[in-house]
């Protein structure tokens, strides 16, 4: 049994159509979870205000707790990743970068006359 190109245009016609009509519930739910991690986002700020002198400490914990912890919601992210980013903060103030010395001896030692075969 062959299916005729009018079949297939009133399967497309039909699939295209579902599709259509769940949208409004689709972007309504996205934004309704943005707005609920914006809220979750905005009280952990509120909480933790000494982490927002540093955004990107914050960010990179944040981001290695979800990878770490698929499936976890977020507010649980935030919850896991909160000591961590303490450490992180205190560990990053802990570092001095004015003492940084360029070192212009380079000598490691490296045979330079082989062809580099083991």
Known sequence: MEITQEEIDKII???????LLRMP???????RNHAENN???KKFYESYPDFKSDPLSV???VQKTEQ????VSYDKILEKAAP????????????NFDSIKE??????N????SSGEI
Do not use: A, W, Y
């Open 13 to 19: 016609f039909k699939v295209t159509e579902s599709v």
């Open 59 to 61: 960010q990179s914990v």
């Open 25 to 31: 519930e689709v972007i309504g739910n996205l934004m």
């Open 110 to 113: 490296i045979d330079l006359t």
């Open 39 to 41: 809220k979750l986002v």
């Open 68 to 71: 770490d912890n698929p499936g």
């Open 84 to 95: 961590l980013i303490k450490k992180r903060i205190q560990d990053v103030k802990g570092l």
């Open 103 to 108: 070192s212009t001896d380079l000598d490691l």
